[in-house]
DNA sequence: GCGTTGACGAGGA
DNA sequence: GTCCTCGCCAACG
């Protein structure tokens, strides 16, 4: 009965729980909530989040690879990567360095 | 109502 | 290490 959330609602509060200068993976999220198969879930929960009223950090979720997959989808494809670096974390060629350093695990804090 | 698409990930060759 | 295939399920045309 209380499991009524729907999986789409559970990834953006997650992802709002994401400190700044972190990044996590769609994949992590998607296996947090139980969902490891439906990472592409995640992915597309994101694409539906600017049209909420709340601000979702989609900005902090990147592929398991550190790429940011989803630029194109904000306001500029440079969006972006310059909030993640306006956070500390460093993007060279759309990708995340040091992507392990940064990694932020829902698994390993939230639970 | 049906087929295609997609901000992904894991596994196999 | 790379490349290909499958699964997952909501949204769109």
């Given at each position: 009965?209380?499991?009524?959330?729907?999986?789409?609602?559970?990834?953006?509060?997650?992802v709002?729980?994401?400190?700044e200068?972190?990044?996590?993976?769609?994949g992590?999220?998607?296996?947090?909530?139980?969902?490891?198969?439906s990472?592409?879930?995640?992915?597309?929960?994101?694409?539906?989040?600017?049209?909420?009223?709340?601000?979702?950090?989609?900005?902090?979720?990147?592929?398991?690879?550190?790429?940011?997959?989803?630029?194109?989808?904000?306001?500029?494809p440079v969006?972006?990567?310059?909030?993640?670096?306006?956070?500390g974390?460093?993007?060279?060629?759309d990708?995340?360095?040091?992507?392990?350093?940064h990694?932020?695990?829902?698994?390993?804090?939230?639970?």
């Amino acid at each position: 009965m209380e499991n009524k959330f729907h999986f789409f609602d559970q990834v953006y509060q997650v992802v709002k729980l994401i400190p700044e200068g972190k990044v996590t993976s769609y994949g992590a999220i998607a296996k947090f909530l139980g969902a490891s198969k439906s990472s592409r879930m995640v992915g597309y929960a994101m694409n539906g989040s600017h049209t909420l009223n709340e601000t979702i950090p989609a900005h902090r979720v990147v592929n398991r690879n550190g790429l940011l997959t989803g630029k194109m989808h904000f306001s500029s494809p440079v969006t972006m990567q310059e909030m993640l670096e306006n956070e500390g974390v460093v993007i060279k060629d759309d990708q995340v360095q040091s992507f392990p350093d940064h990694f932020w695990d829902p698994s390993e804090n939230l639970l």
